[in-house]
Nanobody
Framework: VQLQASGGGLVQPGGSLRLSCAASRSILSIDRMGWFRQAPGEQRELVATILSDGSTYYADSAKGRFTISRDNAKNTVYLQMNSLKSEDTAVYYC?????????WGQGTQVTVSS
């Protein structure tokens, strides 16, 4: 699966951003799609996932602030990020899983700073 992430940028603390991940095939055929992030000097970490049945999972750091959703017609998954904090600064990566096959998008930079 080819994944194209977009929507990153510079935002002030407390602000919002919406990331998009466009897939090259029907996302209904993808077992799981998710967003990960990697801050400088840190390991890549899971942010949120959405399964083919629509169920979602959030890391503790994302609960209550981030929302993962999808548009099946556009084969796109979104990550709405609200109440952003400086510690959310990272490169955000879109990920897909079909069986034991994982694919990654190119990453989009999110910087939260005043």
């Amino acid at each position: 699966v080819q994944l194209q992430a977009s929507g990153g940028g510079l935002v002030q603390p407390g602000g919002s951003l919406r990331l998009s991940c466009a897939a090259s095939r029907s996302i209904l055929s993808i077992d799981r799609m998710g967003w990960f992030r990697q801050a400088p000097g840190e390991q890549r970490e899971l942010v949120a996932t959405i399964l083919s049945d629509g169920s979602t999972y959030y890391a503790d750091s994302a609960k209550g602030r981030f929302t993962i959703s999808r548009d099946n017609a556009k084969n796109t998954v979104y990550l709405q990020m609200n109440s952003l904090k400086s510690e959310d600064t990272a490169v955000y990566y879109c990920n897909s899983r079909i069986g034991l096959t994982f694919d990654w998008g190119q990453g989009t930079q999110v910087t939260v700073s005043s």
